[in-house]
């Protein structure tokens, strides 16, 4: 229901919990300095920078496959100028099949043989197929549009936030609009026929309940009971309650003081693993009580971990090593890397290592300048990553701005090594037919580019840029490994899946 028809008692305890997690959040940010940390501006900022860690290319590519150039992750302005990087470039993984639609957002799962394709909200007045894309991915090597999801949410643009829940068999997002949105989420059924997701709270025609307050980044707690959404601008947290869906309700409104992104969860649900966006790093915090649904809730701190190389941290990914509690974590500005933390002390989280392209090292600079400066905001960092399984991983798959997709070995996690990658072919001067795409119509694919922000920090730009070329595609949604394949959205691209080469995964 609408925050404004609440019951006086359930706007009493948002409020109350509000107040009370923003005194708890913020009496538990100080430091001592010790352990190799030190209080900043009162937060704690990691110190123990480990040594910056190149990820070694693949070694050896498949008959016939379109390699990179010399330098890791790099599109050199050379193949942007000359029309090679629309070949694209790959070593052990194959297209085997593709629909590009009119472009995707920022996010996409997948789920069974379906595949959802949110699009831009930029690009509403020019769309075709306008909301979500649902793609019936039974035969992978043909892709097929089935039908556009276009309730309130979607149709707004669902940003970050478009994800499955695989326990409940649910759809949902909330809306995004061109980067933070208000009021609305849209809950789909997927367990019969995920072709024909069934809206859920929905009233007259596709109008959904609004039960959000502001939304970019949003996930299911595990058990599906529960969808939070946070948002990046004001550091703001909400929990609704969705164990009914047809009458979604907000339960917790607070804030975690720093502008937060994306977010996971521990097996019960009650740790949140949510990332801050400045400075890049992580917080966990104890969300028991919005799990358990106390009358008055508080979210506890816990532990958190900063670091200075790197911006904007996106999301986490808890995994377990040899029943070790670990932690994956991507910033997605910066030239940051992918982390991988020791949580097992949650008070007190570790660097075990970092994976860096050749591109994204600090000697590297001049290179991302040449090749960056007319194709949006964002540069060669991951953005969304997956794992293979969560018990002792194998493998990471990352989406990357730029790089494409990039395949790491990580049965050791503090020597992971790529094994393959696809960086589909660039869609230059193709703006006008792809609406849908956020990198060729949204506020980030136009906004200031990456030679405008110094050393690709979040300092002010120094002028515009004139919109983005399309000369490399921005691959920011999470990959999927299904067997010997991979499932993966790319903005310009749209859905693709990829076949690993030669027996190069899974592993023998």
Same mark, same amino acid.
């Given at each position: 229901?609408?925050?404004?028809?609440?019951?006086?008692?359930?706007?009493?305890?948002?409020?109350?919990?509000?107040?009370?997690?923003?005194?708890?959040?913020?009496?538990?940010?100080?430091?001592?300095?010790?352990?190799?940390?030190?209080?900043?501006?009162?937060?704690?900022?990691?110190?123990?920078?480990?040594?910056?860690?190149?990820?070694?290319?693949?070694?050896?590519?498949?008959?016939?496959?379109?390699?990179?150039?010399?330098?890791?992750?790099?599109?050199?302005?050379?193949?942007?100028?000359?029309?090679?990087?629309?070949?694209?470039?790959?070593?052990?993984?194959?297209?085997?099949?593709?629909?590009?639609?009119?472009?995707?957002?920022?996010?996409?799962?997948?789920?069974?043989?379906?595949?959802?394709?949110?699009?831009?909200?930029?690009?509403?007045?020019?769309?075709?197929?306008?909301?979500?894309?649902?793609?019936?991915?039974?035969?992978p090597e043909a892709p097929a549009y089935v039908e556009s999801l276009t309730s309130t949410a979607f149709q707004a643009g669902t940003w970050e936030s478009l994800k499955v829940n695989?326990?409940?068999?649910?759809?949902?997002?909330?809306?995004?609009?061109?980067?933070?949105?208000?009021?609305?989420?849209?809950?789909?059924?997927?367990?019969?026929?995920?072709?024909?997701?069934?809206?859920?709270?929905?009233?007259?025609?596709?109008?959904?309940?609004?039960?959000?307050?502001?939304?970019?980044?949003?996930?299911?707690?595990?058990?599906?009971?529960?969808?939070?959404?946070?948002?990046?601008?004001?550091?703001?947290?909400?929990?609704?309650?969705?164990?009914?869906?047809?009458?979604?309700?907000?339960?917790?409104?607070?804030?975690?003081?720093?502008?937060?992104?994306?977010?996971?969860?521990?097996?019960?649900?009650?740790?949140?693993?949510?990332?801050?966006?400045?400075?890049?790093?992580?917080? &966990? =915090? @104890?969300? !028991? $009580?919005?799990?358990?649904?106390?009358? /008055?809730?508080? *979210?506890?701190?816990?532990? +958190?971990?900063?670091?200075?190389?790197?911006?904007?941290?996106?999301?986490?990914?808890?995994?377990?090593?040899?029943?070790?509690?670990?932690?994956?974590?991507?910033?997605?500005?910066?030239?940051?890397?992918?982390? &991988? =933390? @020791?949580? !097992? $002390?949650?008070?007190?989280?570790?660097? /075990?290592?970092? *994976?860096?392209?050749?591109? +994204?090292?600090?000697?590297?600079?001049?290179?991302?300048?040449?090749?960056?400066?007319?194709?949006?905001?964002?540069?060669?960092?991951?953005?969304?990553?997956?794992?293979?399984?969560?018990?002792?991983?194998?493998a990471l798959a990352c989406g990357y701005f730029q790089s494409g997709v990039r395949v790491f070995d990580i049965r050791n996690p503090l020597q992971p090594k790529e094994i393959a990658?696809?960086?589909?072919?660039?869609?230059?001067?193709?703006?006008?037919?792809?609406?849908?795409?956020?990198?060729?119509?949204?506020?980030?694919?136009?906004?200031?580019?990456?030679?405008?922000?110094?050393?690709?920090?979040?300092?002010?730009?120094?002028?515009?840029?004139?919109?983005?070329?399309?000369?490399?595609?921005?691959?920011?949604?999470?990959?999927?490994?299904?067997?010997?394949?991979?499932?993966?959205?790319?903005?310009?691209?749209?859905?693709?899946?990829?076949?690993?080469?030669?027996?190069?995964?899974?592993?023998?």
């Amino acid at each position: 229901m609408p925050p404004k028809t609440l019951q006086k008692t359930q706007r009493t305890h948002i409020c109350l919990s509000l107040v009370f997690a923003s005194a708890a959040l913020l009496s538990g940010c100080g430091g001592d300095g010790s352990n190799g940390q030190a209080s900043v501006s009162g937060s704690v900022v990691s110190t123990q920078e480990t040594q910056t860690l190149q990820v070694s290319p693949v070694q050896n590519c498949s008959s016939g496959d379109l390699p990179e150039g010399p330098v890791q992750g790099r599109v050199p302005i050379e193949d942007r100028t000359s029309g090679r990087s629309e070949q694209g470039y790959n070593c052990n993984l194959k297209k085997i099949g593709q629909f590009q639609g009119e472009g995707a957002s920022w996010v996409n799962p997948v789920y069974k043989n379906c595949a959802y394709m949110a699009t831009a909200f930029a690009g509403t007045l020019s769309k075709k197929m306008q909301g979500v894309q649902v793609v019936d991915v039974s035969k992978p090597e043909a892709p097929a549009y089935v039908e556009s999801l276009t309730s309130t949410a979607f149709q707004a643009g669902t940003w970050e936030s478009l994800k499955v829940n695989p326990e409940r068999q649910l759809l949902a997002g909330v809306a995004g609009g061109p980067i933070e949105g208000l009021g609305f989420i849209d809950i789909y059924d997927i367990s019969g026929d995920c072709t024909h997701p069934r809206l859920l709270n929905g009233l007259a025609g596709s109008l959904s309940v609004p039960a959000n307050f502001i939304g970019h980044e949003g996930n299911f707690s595990p058990d599906g009971n529960t969808y939070w959404s946070t948002s990046s601008a004001g550091g703001t947290i909400t929990a609704i309650d969705i164990s009914k869906p047809a009458s979604p309700r907000i339960v917790y409104i607070g804030n975690s003081l720093l502008p937060n992104h994306g977010f996971s969860f521990n097996a019960d649900g009650t740790r949140m693993y949510l990332t801050s966006a400045a400075p890049a790093g992580v917080i &966990i =915090l @104890d969300v !028991s $009580d919005i799990q358990n649904r106390k009358p /008055l809730p508080i *979210i506890k701190p816990v532990g +958190q971990i900063f670091w200075q190389d790197g911006n904007i941290s996106q999301h986490t990914i808890p995994v377990f090593y040899q029943g070790k509690p670990r932690l994956i974590v991507v910033d997605e500005f910066g030239t940051g890397a992918t982390r &991988i =933390l @020791d949580i !097992s $002390d949650e008070t007190k989280p570790t660097i /075990l290592s970092k *994976i860096r392209l050749q591109i +994204q090292q600090p000697a590297h600079v001049d290179l991302r300048q040449k090749d960056l400066g007319n194709n949006g905001l964002f540069g060669y960092e991951a953005h969304y990553c997956s794992v293979d399984r969560t018990n002792d991983p194998q493998a990471l798959a990352c989406g990357y701005f730029q790089s494409g997709v990039r395949v790491f070995d990580i049965r050791n996690p503090l020597q992971p090594k790529e094994i393959a990658y696809y960086n589909p072919p660039a869609q230059t001067g193709k703006t006008a037919v792809l609406p849908g795409s956020e990198h060729a119509g949204s506020p980030a694919g136009y906004g200031p580019s990456v030679s405008d922000v110094q050393n690709l920090g979040l300092g002010v730009p120094t002028k515009l840029s004139i919109g983005p070329d399309l000369s490399a595609d921005w691959c920011s949604s999470p990959p999927e490994f299904r067997g010997n394949q991979l499932w993966v959205t790319c903005q310009d691209n749209g859905f693709m899946v990829l076949q690993f080469e030669r027996g190069v995964y899974p592993f023998q």
